[in-house]
């Protein structure tokens, strides 16, 4: 994420959150380049959703891959946001 993304406070679209993890929920783990293309993200949207994921402990990362990508799962709390998404 760009010095300026996190000055403005940049945050996901809720559209756009829920299909980040609902395709880490169904591929993971997988990597972001993964995620990005089963989602339909560009990547620098899917590596933005992830970061944001990430620091809000939505997903996490279980190791890193063959060519130092991260593999990113749902933890616990990612599901029941995304719980409390589908029930919205």
């Known amino acids: 994420m760009e010095m300026n993304e996190q000055?403005?406070?940049?945050?996901?679209r809720l559209d756009g959150l829920k299909r980040f993890l609902e395709t880490v929920a169904s591929w993971g783990p997988a990597s972001v380049y993964r995620v990005a293309r089963e989602?339909?993200?560009p990547y620098i949207t899917a590596y933005r959703y992830m970061r944001?994921?990430?620091e809000k402990g939505l997903v996490?990362?279980?190791r890193k891959g063959r060519r130092g990508s991260l593999k990113l799962v749902?933890?616990?709390k990612g599901r029941r946001f995304l719980e409390a998404l589908d029930g919205a």
């Open 74 to 76: 749902l933890t616990e």
């Open 52 to 54: 944001y994921c990430l």
């Open 60 to 62: 996490s990362s279980l």
């Open 39 to 41: 989602g339909g993200f």
């Open 7 to 12: 000055k403005r406070g940049w945050a996901p």
